[in-house]
């Protein structure tokens, strides 16, 4: 499923840092969670196996179908924990993304005043990808609370240190891929399968078609991955001709 980093430096640091951010939230998240993605993290600093069965914690998982969260539900599923994809009901997702989404057992949440707030960014000529992220996730997180599930996941490949897993108000924001020091490349490898690498989803296209100076943000956001290792030159370069091909 996931590899161990072996010598590479940079992962390795960023792990044992995430080490650190578990322990502050330890009491919030509980033993048997904390004891398992305990064992995630030395997993991919040394190899060591760990136990695997299932375990009763439940993960209310950020899911859009991508495969940052594609990897993130597999991988979470994969080391034993009951994880609920919750999918945010926006008005740019097309059928085929729901129905797949529905075959992994997702959960579908409606997002308050979604289009308002983008048709507002889009006038103003502002990015909509950081917003939209905010929203989507409060309303994940609103799902966690009145479930009572304490771990919200997410497929964030940069947040990585203090914010790969942290407390916000009552519940405990995991972004798996940073607390993993996965890279998109790992992320892609765990599907088994072809992944067609673009950007942006069809909101963001059709606004930085009539605002081109949107795609300026796109680059900054791919140079931004691209700094922290997530993505391969290659992969960063793939990415910029496609935001600038339209």
Same mark, same amino acid.
């Given at each position: 499923?996931?590899? !161990? ?20 939230? =330890?009491?919030?998240?509980?033993? @048997?969670?904390?004891?398992?993605? #305990?064992?995630?993290? @030395?997993?991919?600093? $040394? %190899?060591?196996? +760990?136990? &695997?069965?299932?375990?009763?914690? #439940? ?29 945010? /009901?926006? !008005?740019?997702?097309?059928? !085929?993304?729901?129905?797949? *989404?529905? $075959? ?7 997002? !308050? ?11 103003? &000529? ?18 966690? =609370? ?20 942290? =407390? /916000? ?8 891929? *940073?607390?993993? *020091?996965?890279?998109?490349? @790992? ?12 950007? %942006?989803? $069809?909101?963001?296209?059709? *606004? ?8 300026? +943000?796109?680059?900054? =956001? ?9 993505? $391969?030159?290659?992969?960063?370069? &793939? ?8």
């Amino acid at each position: 499923m996931i590899r !161990p980093v072996e010598n590479d430096f940079v992962k390795r640091y960023r792990l044992e840092y995430n080490l650190d951010a578990l322990e502050g939230v =330890r009491g919030e998240i509980g033993e @048997e969670a904390y004891s398992r993605l #305990k064992a995630l993290v @030395e997993y991919r600093l $040394t %190899g060591k196996e +760990f136990g &695997r069965s299932p375990i009763d914690v #439940k993960i209310a998982l950020a899911f859009s179908a991508g495969s940052d969260s594609t990897a993130s539900l597999k991988i979470l599923r994969w080391a034993g924990f009951d994880v609920v994809p919750v999918m945010a /009901k926006l !008005p740019q997702m097309r059928e !085929p993304v729901l129905l797949n *989404a529905m $075959t992994q057992g997702a959960v579908f949440v409606e997002v !308050p005043g979604y289009m308002d707030e983008m048709k507002e960014q889009i006038r103003k &000529r502002a990015p909509v990808c950081g917003r939209c992220h905010a929203m989507v996730m409060n309303a994940i997180e609103d799902y966690a =609370r009145e479930n009572g599930i304490k771990i919200v996941a997410s497929g964030d490949l940069l947040s990585s240190g203090l914010i790969s897993i942290y =407390r /916000k108000g009552d519940v405990v924001v995991l972004n798996l891929p *940073a607390f993993l *020091a996965l890279d998109k490349g @790992e992320a892609i490898a765990t599907l088994g399968r072809k992944y067609a690498l673009g950007f %942006g989803c $069809t909101l963001w296209r059709s *606004a930085a078609k009539n605002s081109p100076v949107l795609k300026r +943000f796109g680059i900054q =956001r791919v140079l931004r991955e691209l700094r922290a290792r997530a993505l $391969t030159p290659e992969m960063a370069e &793939r990415l910029i001709f496609d935001i600038l091909s339209f």
